[in-house]
């Protein structure tokens, strides 16, 4: 009976401690380590970390989900997104309370997802607009945010108003927040561009080819680009296909093919200039390209504003030689891209999230965008230019001087997938796939997976 | 052991684990994966009932699955064949040394126990136009090729640089299931065998592959089933790149499911790659005879 007895014990215990390990996992609620102590536990705890919580019994916990570490990142950003739940929790303590549910940004929308099926979604959390947000639009996870940002005069603090949400909008609904504005530029060398001879910037196509001759004919390398992370190169091509006056719309709904002759051309742009990147851009991975360029290897990266924090951090003396032109050719259009904050359609706590939301769109946390982030704020904050990066006015002349702008190409498709595809298809290009065979893949891609659904 | 196989209960207590484990963990996943299969399911709304039409797309359509498809059946044969071949020497090899034996041994096992992301990671530098080999080939004054980025030929050069990395990984495991065998070969039969005039190549020839014909098949099985799901080293090193050239099942399988979030589709592929393996394992059992002999 003994014997039997300890069996079951045995086995209950062995099946109990099987399943205790399958529990406990995203249960962001659970008291976490004080703020100091989380930040000496190493990165891989932190995956999934939570902020102190406040002391009192009649707190409203949140729970913020976001693509960064935020303990062990040095992203300038992210760094001030931390500060500002900090702020937050700081200022709110007693009544409000945000735990912040981090991951890394290859994996965040496959987690965000995975709790969102759970029936767990975050009351808040992250999103870039276009297609990875229309997947939280359509089904009614993200709440609609209209009201709340007209209540009180907040839309209004926006830069340009209701129009500074226009990626945002859906059938006259605003369903996220921007948070900052990065937009995509021509960073280049001034002294390089000097000693080969080049004193005003390219404003074509024609010009940007005989800047890039002279730079190459003066020994250095015109252009540095990452065909290894697939959305640098779809960048530049995102920019000749705007140039070439493709519609991304009309080709979404099947009115325009990726065959049409627009398309061709710019693809054929892309080939013409890829004999002016460097050696090894087919391999380069993002940070690479983008070391070779604050390494002077090379004389020019198309790059968004969000790289000024990356190349005056690794080297603060080419601060002063950097420059930044907008784009050739595009008829006064600029590529720009903005983080932006949702909420869970399901929260319980709506005012404590729109009370968080707001701190991140307030002018600490604008001031802060601008001046060490080195993006664009989305509100009309006044900001100290002499303390924002050199490279910060000389984008916001771009950025000012557009006259429109749209969004990353792979973001702007019909679905993640279909721009990854454009991605992977302009680097397959690039690699020495025939245009017409390259475009045709693409082509079949839009038959079977957009038009026909 | 008879009066123990009589009491029902005991047997009950003993096996409800490992059943209800097998259950909740592998079988009752497994059905739901073969179930979302025939459905169009993004994770975030209801499955849709949607027939062949996941598998139809997966094998008419989906250019990125015959990639997929070729790469994962090379890595199939690469790993089987090299593995067999790479494992019996060195084990071979190792028996018959008495010097540095374990030393060997265990420099051989290391790879199989590093992970294998990092090890992704590490070999990704290593062959990164800017760090790694092409960078010591410079300084002989040869152009080295874009190991991981090449998309010239029908198994391209990424994929040959891959499968050797992991033929590097994973030897070891093999080695050490062969010599685990031959170790459990009686040294008499060795002995007979020389009186009678043998090589050690031709005792090994005539009494040691014969004799781990059992492990033979075992290890081989192993390899093409790890082969068929390769993940973690192709993820690492390219991420299915350039264009997919790179992917094979898994990897395709993870971009689906968890990038695009097509968990139907995705669940299309886990189950042909479910029943590839089972055929692989079947084929192996079939073809490799193992005849038990007394050793």
Known sequence: MKKRMLSVLISTAMIASVLAGCGGGGDTSAPAPAADEGASQDTAAAETETQAPAAGGDVEEITWMFWDDLNATEDLISIGYRDTVERFNKDYEGKYHVNVVTTNLEEYYAKLNALVAAGETPDCFIVSPGPNLDVYVDPGIAADLTDYLKADGWIDTFNGGEGAFSQQTYDGKIYAVPLNIAAACVFYNTEMFEAAGISTMPTDWQGLLDACEKLQAAGYTPLTISAGTAWCLSM??????????????????????????????????????????????????????????????????????????????????????????????????????SDSLAMSAKTTHPDAVIAFMKYFTDDTAQKYTAEVGGKIPVTTVEYDASKAPAQLAYVMDVFGSAKSTFGFYNESMATTEAGAFFDDTMVSIYLGTPVEEGLASLEDFYKNNVWNK | MDKFLRDKKAIVVFVAPAFLLFTFVLFVPICQSVYYSFCEYNALTAPKFIGFENYKQLFTIDRTMKIALKNSMFFLIFSVVTQ????????????????????????????CVLSSAALGLLWMFV??????????????????????????????????????????????QSMMLYMAQISGISSSLYEASYIDGCTRVQSFR???????????????????????????????????????????????????????????YASAIGTVLLVLCLIVTFIINKFVKVDNYEM
């Open chain 2, 206 to 264: 005539y009494i040691t592959l014969p004799l781990i014909r059992p492990m033979v098949a075992t290890a081989m099985s192993l390899n093409a089933i790890g082969a068929l799901k390769f993940f973690d080293l192709i993820f690492n090193m390219t991420e299915g790149g350039p264009n997919h050239m790179t992917d094979v099942l898994a990897t395709h399988l993870y971009q689906q499911g968890f990038k695009y979030f097509k968990y139907g």
């Open chain 2, 127 to 172: 062959f990164t136009p800017k760090l790694g080999i092409n960078q010591v080939l410079a300084q002989f004054g040869i152009e080295g090729p874009l190991w991981l980025m090449d998309t010239k030929g029908f198994i391209i050069l990424p994929m040959w640089v891959i499968a050797s990395v992991a033929l590097w990984q994973y030897v070891g």
């Open chain 1, 236 to 337: 530049l091509a995102g920019y000749l296909c705007d140039s070439e006056g493709v519609d991304l719309a009309a080709i979404d709904s099947g009115s325009a093919s990726w065959l049409d002759s627009n398309v061709v051309n710019a693809t054929n742009k892309l080939v013409e200039i890829s004999k002016y990147f460097q050696p090894t851009a087919a391999g380069d991975t993002n940070d690479v390209a983008t070391a070779n360029f604050y390494n002077e290897e090379a004389a020019m990266l198309i790059q968004g504003s969000w790289a000024i924090a990356q190349i005056n951090g690794s080297n603060p003396d080419f601060e002063s030689k950097c420059g930044v032109f907008a784009f050739p050719g595009t008829d006064g259009r600029v590529i720009a891209k």
């Open chain 2, 84 to 111: 067999l071949v790479a494992g019996l020497v060195l084990a071979g090899l190792l028996t018959n040394i008495k010097k540095g034996r374990d030393f060997f041994k265990n420099v051989y096992y290391l790879p």
